[in-house]
């Protein structure tokens, strides 16, 4: 039988290349909607396709092993006793793998007491005797035995899995100089690190190369150790047991009594529907259609025995018949596909240059495309169903009411968002398209438009988009719980319309006060910069950490700060410990000098966003925080400094338009700390806020011992620092950081703190205990935020877990509210018929434009649904201000 004719036997060593895959791919990138990391399990599954396609192997086999102890364990203790914990994010990805393979019907073998790479070892030899050509996929060395002539090694390259180094006896004799089957007598003088066996001092490869074409082999070493001179001679006569162990050891066994041999391993067809259940767990969009590519048919061989490579595409739902549809035939459609009414519709547009373009609409069995000409007289029936509450299923429904609004088609009775159930599902994961979602809760690819094109064609009609937000829907309402989807319906989806509103209303801004204010931060950020450089005899780039390294480590000389990878720390922490510890003119002078250029940046993004409108339109996120918190982008407004003189000046560029009368602010006082109050039942907390006493005030006097009146600044400070620290998960030591006290005085101030409010300090521990149970946390609403790595055995995971489990039921219970409050604001301003409006929400205030004679009635409004978005055990306290400006109006 010739090489062509003979079948080809693939076996890996599942463990190895799933270790190298992991290493090569970035963790981060990797991780599915239970939180599982899948870099290993991906690099693997994309390494085993190209071997698939390449190779073509007729039989096929995967080894694993059970644990890292064997009988080389027993014989040696030490044995591979150098290598660290297996990391946390790799654990849970093996059993993950082996449920892949076996939907894609790959045998995988592992045996007790033994390696993976004895299992290779003995079907690799079984299957050369039986008439296989042997392919062995292995990161290990000690495979190289295993090459013969009809044995070749396929091995990874430094760079990961993507590439294998073909191994045949050509190939390891020009590499090493040996033959294969002598490879562990080279390795059994050298050591090999990774398994922890120690070689022989001052030997190296090339010097045991030498020494075996010279004398056969180990056994003809040793036999002749007493004529090897010199220092290199003396230490193999003294160490010659550790090359006797370690030969030993790196033999391969190949004859593990196994439950298959060769012959029975032959590929079988994948199982698709299997496939796809895995593949949509891990969340492998671009894997599943490789692999379902390279599925061979049932039965089917070519002339000698190798599976054809016939496509069998995923069995996928045949999107409906698409009508074009104006005027009475598209009330008919829409009447009989909504059932009158009580029937959800999926909703997708399509837009241009100038907005919107076409309505796609679709039932689970119809879809209809509508395209839009502004001013045509036949859409009666559209604008009377998109502005009723007969339900719509939509995705990323925000961007599709701000298109409708500017084409002049208001929209209600959104009932469902899938960006946004998704979000609450995964709080902080990023915003998933469309095609993400068709991919991750369908198991289906939506085609893409080709990115070569320069005017690209939409490959998928929008009214088959809204048939596929239908499906995704319904895949996203079995997965939510009750809490989660009385968060959906009661607060975000109704979010989604006055959150739009107020994007499209915007904000007046002075762009002179901007402009000056550009002007002079450039001025003293150069100022800063050239007395800098006096300080130093000479100028450097202040932007650049190299060379602040090297003027602050080098030439000044001052302490250095942590160690990061180009050296050490600049960053403004680093610095500010730095000089408060060490200080230094020019530090201080850098310290300004960025404080200026950060103030210019923000103030420079603000000028670039006003409108020709005059007016700043910021994007408000719903889905841009694990919390629940709403963000602001594009500029963001949340980042402007609170506390600063140059923070009040960019605040009074915001003002009230010329047909309104002023700005109206509105600020929860506390709020994080009232709903700690409420969580905990501390009955000290509620008595200082019922009573309507300074909180910190109060909280100063129980811990320092002393009367209310007596209470300093400083001790006010102390304890504001250590009330809100501790809902953040603050350590004494990140206590004494803050305040600049000594770890022994923060750790008395919380000691302190806990004797005379010991509810609080149960609520703090039940919150992490529980959710280390349940796998979440809960706001008072029903919004959970998962926390897997709560039970991870990585110990900054788990600490970085511990911290944001503590904070999240408060910071999300305090996002709920807000959110409530703001959909009852909106409520009563339109039920009144008022033409004032909200126009930001930035933290936990509110800023609104007032319309003549509407200041009291806003007034009202505002104090009253706010004071009463939740039922907590204290009051919900509300500061309101007015003024021209957003700084005016402070409080």
């Known amino acids: 039988m010739s090489d062509s004719e003979k079948p080809t036997l693939l076996i890996i060593d599942g463990h190895s290349l799933a270790f190298r895959a992991f290493y090569a791919l970035p963790v981060d990138s990797f991780v599915n909607r239970e939180g599982q990391h899948t870099n290993a399990i991906h690099g693997f599954i994309s390494m085993l396709i190209l071997l698939l396609q390449n190779e073509k192997p007729t039989h096929l086999a995967v080894a694993f092993d059970i644990s890292r102890y064997s009988f080389r364990t027993r014989e040696y203790a030490e044995y591979k006793g150098t290598r660290g914990d297996t990391p946390s994010e790799f654990i849970g990805q093996v059993p993950l793998l082996e449920e892949a393979l076996a939907a894609m019907n790959i045998v995988t073998i592992s045996k007790e007491d033994y390696e993976a790479d004895d299992i290779l070892a003995t079907l690799a030899t079984r299957g050369a005797a039986e008439g296989f050509t042997v392919l062995?996929?292995?990161?290990?060395?000690?495979?190289?035995?295993?090459?013969?002539?009809?044995?070749?090694?396929?091995?990874?390259?430094?760079?990961?899995?993507?590439?294998?180094?073909?191994?045949?006896?050509?190939?390891?004799?020009?590499?090493?100089?040996?033959?294969?089957?002598?490879?562990?007598?080279?390795?059994?003088?050298?050591?090999?690190?990774?398994?922890?066996?120690?070689?022989?001092?001052?030997?190296?490869?090339?010097?045991?190369?030498?020494?075996?074409?010279?004398?056969?082999?180990?056994?003809?070493?040793?036999?002749?150790?007493?004529?090897?001179?010199?220092?290199?001679?003396?230490?193999?006569?003294?160490?010659?047991?550790?090359?006797?162990?370690?030969?030993?050891?790196?033999?391969?066994?190949?004859?593990?009594?196994?439950?298959?041999?060769?012959?029975?391993?032959?590929?079988?067809?994948?199982?698709?529907?299997?496939?796809r259940e895995i593949f949509d767990r891990l969340q492998f969009r671009t894997l599943l259609e490789r692999v379902m590519k390279i599925a061979a048919a049932e039965g089917t061989t070519d002339e000698i025995g190798h599976p054809a490579t016939i496509v069998e595409p995923p069995a996928e739902k045949t999107a409906p018949v698409i009508r074009t549809l104006v005027d009475e035939e598209l009330g008919q459609w829409l009447q009989k596909a909504s059932q009158d009414g009580s029937v959800p519709l999926g909703v997708q547009l399509e837009t241009g240059p100038n907005g919107l373009t076409g309505i796609g609409i679709a039932s689970p069995h119809d879809s209809a495309y509508v395209p839009w000409a502004p001013g045509r007289p036949d859409y009666t029936a559209l604008e009377q169903w998109l502005a009723s509450e007969s339900p719509k299923y939509l995705q990323n429904s925000k961007r599709q009411v701000k298109i409708l609004s500017e084409a002049g088609l208001p929209l209600a009775g959104i009932a469902f968002d899938t960006a946004l159930a998704a979000w609450l599902l995964k709080p902080g994961s990023k915003a998933e398209s469309l095609e993400t979602q068709v991919y991750d809760y369908l198991g289906e690819t939506l085609p893409q438009a080709d990115p070569n094109q320069l005017l690209p064609e939409a490959t998928v009609s929008v009214a088959t988009e809204a048939w596929l937000v239908l499906r995704i829907a319904d895949h996203l309402i079995e997965q939510l719980d009750t809490g989660s989807r009385r968060v959906l319906d009661t607060i975000e989806l109704p979010m989604v319309s006055v959150l739009g509103q107020m994007e499209l209303t915007g904000?007046?801004?002075?762009?002179?006060?901007?402009?000056?204010?550009?002007?002079?931060?450039?001025?003293?950020?150069?100022?800063?910069?050239?007395?800098?450089?006096?300080?130093?005899?000479?100028?450097?780039?202040?932007?650049?950490?190299?060379?602040?390294?090297?003027?602050?480590?080098?030439?000044?000389?001052?302490?250095?700060?942590?160690?990061?990878?180009?050296?050490?720390?600049?960053?403004?922490?680093?610095?500010?410990?730095?000089?408060?510890?060490?200080?230094?003119?020019?530090?201080?002078?850098l310290l300004q000098h960025r404080d200026a250029t950060k103030l210019n940046q923000i103030v420079d993004s603000l000028d670039k966003a006003v409108a020709a409108d005059g007016r700043i339109h910021t994007t408000y996120d719903q889905t841009g925080t694990s919390t629940g918190r709403i963000s602001s982008n594009d500029p963001n407004l949340q980042n402007i400094p609170i506390k600063t003189e140059i923070g009040?000046?960019?605040?009074?560029?915001?003002?009230?338009?010329?047909?309104?009368?002023?700005?109206?602010?509105?600020?929860?006082?506390?709020?994080?700390?009232?709903?700690?109050?409420?969580?905990?039942?501390?009955?000290?907390?509620?008595?200082?806020?019922?009573?309507?006493?300074?909180?910190?005030?109060?909280?100063?006097?129980?811990?320092?011992?002393?009367?209310?009146?007596?209470?300093?600044?400083?001790?006010?400070?102390?304890?504001?620092?250590?009330?809100?620290?501790?809902?953040?998960?603050?350590?004494?030591?990140?206590?004494?950081?803050?305040?600049?006290?000594?770890?022994?005085?923060?750790?008395?101030?919380?000691?302190?703190?806990?004797?005379?409010?010991?509810?609080?300090?149960?609520?703090?521990?039940?919150?992490?205990?529980?959710?280390?149970?349940?796998?979440?946390?809960?706001?008072?609403?029903?919004?959970?935020?998962p926390f897997p790595d709560l039970n991870s055995s990585n110990r900054v995971l788990r600490d970085n877990a511990e911290r944001a489990a503590l904070n999240a039921p408060i910071q999300g219970s305090a996002a709920d509210i807000m959110k409530i409050a703001m959909l009852g604001i909106a409520d009563d301003l339109r039920g009144q018929e008022l033409s004032s409006r909200v126009l930001l929400q930035v933290h936990d205030e509110l800023i609104f434009e007032v319309a003549p004679g509407e200041l009291d009635r806003v007034t009202a409004v505002v104090r009253t649904r706010m004071g009463s978005a939740a039922e907590l055990l204290v009051p919900l306290d509300v500061q309101i201000g007015t003024g021209a400006n957003w700084d005016a109006a402070a409080h």
């Open 136 to 275: 062995v996929v292995s990161g290990d060395r000690d495979s190289i035995q295993l090459v013969n002539d009809d044995v070749t090694l396929l091995y990874p390259n430094a760079r990961g899995v993507s590439e294998l180094k073909r191994y045949d006896r050509e190939a390891v004799l020009e590499r090493y100089g040996i033959e294969p089957e002598q490879y562990p007598d080279v390795a059994a003088l050298v050591g090999e690190s990774s398994d922890n066996l120690i070689g022989i001092d001052k030997v190296g490869e090339k010097t045991a190369v030498k020494w075996i074409k010279q004398y056969g082999g180990l056994d003809g070493i040793l036999e002749h150790a007493e004529e090897i001179k010199g220092v290199v001679g003396q230490k193999l006569r003294e160490q010659k047991d550790n090359a006797i162990r370690n030969r030993k050891l790196n033999r391969l066994v190949t004859d593990v009594e196994l439950p298959v041999g060769p012959a029975d391993l032959e590929r079988q067809r994948i199982n698709p529907d299997a496939v």
């Open 507 to 589: 904000v007046s801004v002075r762009r002179d006060i901007l402009t000056g204010l550009k002007e002079s931060l450039t001025l003293s950020a150069a100022d800063y910069a050239k007395q800098a450089y006096a300080e130093i005899g000479h100028e450097v780039n202040l932007g650049s950490p190299k060379q602040l390294q090297q003027v602050l480590f080098d030439e000044l000389k001052m302490p250095k700060t942590r160690a990061n990878k180009t050296g050490y720390s600049t960053d403004a922490a680093s610095l500010a410990d730095l000089q408060e510890k060490s200080p230094h003119p020019f530090l201080g002078l």
């Open 648 to 785: 009040r000046q960019i605040r009074s560029a915001f003002e009230h338009g010329s047909e309104f009368e002023t700005l109206l602010t509105a600020d929860y006082s506390q709020i994080e700390m009232r709903i700690m109050a409420h969580l905990s039942g501390d009955e000290g907390l509620i008595a200082a806020f019922n009573a309507g006493e300074d909180l910190h005030r109060f909280v100063g006097s129980k811990v320092f011992g002393v009367d209310p009146s007596e209470v300093t600044a400083l001790m006010r400070t102390k304890v504001k620092a250590m009330s809100y620290g501790l809902a953040y998960g603050l350590s004494a030591f990140g206590l004494s950081k803050q305040l600049r006290i000594e770890t022994s005085e923060a750790k008395e101030l919380m000691a302190g703190y806990f004797e005379r409010f010991g509810a609080v300090r149960e609520y703090l521990r039940n919150v992490v205990a529980q959710a280390r149970v349940d796998g979440y946390t809960e706001t008072i609403f029903g919004r959970r935020r």
